[in-house]
């Protein structure tokens, strides 16, 4: 069965202090590694899709990275404006279907 | 692009009526949506895939009687809470993917509120 598991469940930063959040996976031939944002009352923001292990991509203060087992997102000097619900998706090669992990709600204080 | 138009945004109703949600893609065509349920601090819970001109697939315990799925065109997806009750209440998100788009795209979510 496709799992994915995120740490920390809730992280809280000084602004521009970095850190990263993890996203552990398994999954039956993974077709794409996905990180989205998601605000309270909202739906989620695409950031990025990862395809294969080895692969980065940036997007202003985030990277995402991908190995075989985990994806790390990584936050560069954080502002309070990237305070959000992170959530980590994989997509197996059985189905269409993507499936969520928990999330990890970072606060990131002024 | 890829915009995903969900409606209504807030729903509330009366316990053992029913409500229709809208998923509209409003500039690509899209042959599979699907529909999430969110608790509050929790992730999004797949209920199911809509497929266009045919019959939706259902993850193990949802009610396919109760949450109705209809996909009649490649722009529209509906899901229909029948005879609601307060533990329906919920925030209700779809989603669809472009062809040409590196991820799925949501709609920005219906919060049910059954009283």
């Known amino acids: 069965e496709d799992q994915v598991t995120q740490s920390p469940e809730a992280l809280r930063l000084q602004e521009g202090e970095s850190s990263s959040l993890n996203c552990s996976y398994t999954?039956?031939?993974?077709?794409?590694l996905f990180w989205y944002r998601q605000d309270p009352g909202k739906g989620p923001e695409f950031l990025f899709t990862l395809y294969s292990a080895g692969e980065e991509k940036e997007k202003e203060r985030l990277k995402a990275t991908l190995t075989k087992k985990e994806s790390f997102l990584h936050i560069t000097a954080p502002k309070p404006e990237d305070s959000a619900t992170y959530l980590c998706?994989?997509?197996?090669?059985?189905?269409?279907?993507?499936?969520f992990g928990k999330g990890t709600r970072l606060h990131i204080l002024p | 692009g890829a915009v995903v138009s969900q409606h209504p945004s807030r729903v509330i109703c009366k316990s053992g009526t029913s409500v229709k949600i809208e998923c509209r893609s409003l500039?690509?065509?899209?042959?599979?949506m699907f529909w999430y349920r969110q608790f509050p601090k929790k992730s999004l819970m797949l209920m199911a895939t809509s497929n266009e001109g045919s019959k939706a697939t259902y993850e193990q315990g949802v009610e396919k009687d109760k949450f109705l799925i209809n996909h009649a065109s490649l722009t529209l997806s509906t899901l229909t809470v029948t005879s609601a009750h307060p533990e329906d209440s919920s925030f209700y998100i779809c989603?669809?993917?472009?062809?040409?788009?590196?991820?799925?795209?949501f709609g920005s979510g219906t919060r049910l509120t059954v009283v």
């Open positions: 999954v039956s031939g993974l077709r794409g």
């Open positions: 500039d690509f065509q899209a042959t599979t």
């Open positions: 989603s669809a993917r472009a062809w040409d788009r590196d991820g799925y795209t």
């Open positions: 998706a994989v997509q197996g090669n059985r189905d269409d279907k993507i499936i």
